[in-house]
């Protein structure tokens, strides 16, 4: 529906039936969407025969947004069913298109899954829940989902993250900011480069919230070869104990990335591509009704291998026990 002045892309007819007919094979086959290495392993047949249109649709992120939304794919509200009561209940709910989601991650890079969120799927739900309402993850409603990297806490973090929706009757957006779009002096962007502060799990992760080590203290911004990437997580980052000089350059950055937000409203069939080292995403607040009628996303995150986007001490964090699981081995 409204995806403001994000750039669109469009699947045409025939890869919209192919990349169904792939997915349909793949469900028939194995009978759910539960990730094992067998359906892992033909995902990646399916998607390395799909077509160049589909390939071209998928190229990477090219604009300084940082962000693109696929359009096409068709959603039908009752063939889906009722929007589960939380990702836990989610289980096979929908399930061809967690399929259409992990082969369309696959043409982009190496989907990723977390043994600790959603029970190590690597297509997860994203619905309201009760009892979470007011949380900083995916499962809250009423408050803002205040505007982050996902998984900032973890070296082995997504580069880009796919939203599909399923549904979305009241129009409730999908937030998105660039750092590409950001105006910063030099002397915070200097500030803002150095590893002064830690980001910690966020409670989608009680383990890693439990973990015995010392946090890593990262940079917020860094100089990637083709311009600034970024690692925020506010709601998760403990500003209050960097300088003040500091504390206000963080801050600064933080208005500067609520001043260029933009929203993205999804209808279903559309799916959201972010480039998570470029763009901090989040939700606006809505009252849940929990009567099968909510907003229904669902997610993948990809890896894309090679990429030079952060810095390399990253590689020596202990992501705070965590461990990403790639579908596909280097
Ligand atoms: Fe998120």
Request: proline letters at 7%; aromatic letters at 6%.
């Amino acid at each position: 529906m409204s995806t403001g002045a994000a750039p669109v892309r469009q699947l045409d007819a025939s890869s919209v039936g192919e990349l169904r007919q792939a997915a349909e094979k793949i469900f028939t086959e194995f009978g759910t969407s539960a990730t094992s290495p067998e359906l892992l392993a033909r995902v990646a047949e399916f998607a390395d025969a799909l077509s160049e249109p589909i390939r071209h649709q998928l190229r990477p992120v090219d604009t300084d947004d940082g962000l693109f939304v696929l359009r096409g794919l068709e959603v039908d509200d009752t063939e889906i069913g009722p929007t589960p009561a939380s990702w836990a209940t989610a289980g096979d709910s929908a399930a061809v298109y967690d399929i259409v989601l992990l082969l369309l991650a696959t043409v982009m890079g190496n989907p990723i899954a977390w043994e600790g969120q959603q029970d190590g799927r690597f297509v997860h739900n994203i619905v309201p829940a009760p009892g979470h309402e007011t949380k900083q993850t995916g499962a809250s409603s009423t408050v803002l989902l205040s505007p982050h990297t996902e998984d900032a806490f973890h070296p082995g973090r997504a580069h880009l993250l796919m939203l599909g929706c399923m549904r979305n009757h009241d129009n409730i957006a999908t937030t998105a900011a660039s750092v590409r779009n950001v105006s910063l002096s030099e002397a915070d962007t200097a500030l803002l480069t150095r590893p002064l502060l830690p980001i910690l799990p966020d409670d989608a992760y009680t383990e890693a919230q439990g973990f015995d080590g010392r946090p890593p203290a990262v940079p917020t911004l860094f100089h990637a070869k083709d311009g600034l990437t970024l690692r925020f997580d506010p709601a998760y980052t403990p500003v209050e104990d960097a300088s003040p000089a500091h504390q206000a350059a963080y801050q600064r950055l933080e208005a500067e990335l609520a001043r260029v937000s933009g929203a993205v409203s999804l209808s279903p069939g559309e799916v959201l591509i972010v480039d998570n080292d470029l763009v901090v995403h989040g939700r606006v607040p809505f009252q849940a009704r929990y009567d099968g009628t909510d907003r229904w996303l669902k997610r993948a995150s990809i890896r894309v291998p090679a990429r030079r986007t952060r810095p390399l001490a990253e590689e020596d964090e202990h992501g705070y026990g965590q461990a990403a699981i790639e579908a596909h081995a280097a």
